[in-house]
């Protein structure tokens, strides 16, 4: 009913930047909220930001002023731009949409920070 698919992960050194993009299709009437998550090995997947649309937006403590998460409706694609990357940071990030009772997720898009 909805495909997510990220992209944009990579390598890059502590203090560097990215930025995520997914691009979301099928029933995309169905969205309201979305949200980037991560999961890190060995760790429990985390929220780390979400955006209604309304443009409202909410992110996890150990993000804030560094991450930023934007949507374009029109185009289809939500956006998490990474600044100020730390190691921790590493983990596989993946969007996801709550439909219904249904949660869905992209495939997920490997960042790791490593000097």
């Known amino acids: 009913q909805v495909q997510l698919v990220e992209s944009g992960g990579g390598l890059v050194q502590p203090g560097g930047s990215l930025r995520l993009s997914c691009a979301v299709s099928g029933d995309i009437n169905s969205i309201n909220t979305m949200g980037w998550y991560r999961q890190a090995a060995g760790k429990e997947r985390e929220l780390v930001a979400r955006?209604?649309?309304?443009?409202?937006?909410d992110y996890a403590d150990s993000v804030k002023g560094r991450f930023t998460i934007s949507r374009d409706n029109a185009m289809g694609m939500v956006y998490l731009r990474l600044n100020s990357l730390k190691p921790e940071d590493t983990a596989v990030y993946y969007c996801n949409a709550p439909v219904g009772n249904r949660m869905y997720w992209g495939q997920g898009t490997q960042v790791t920070v490593s000097s």
């Open positions: 955006i209604d649309n309304e443009g409202n937006t």
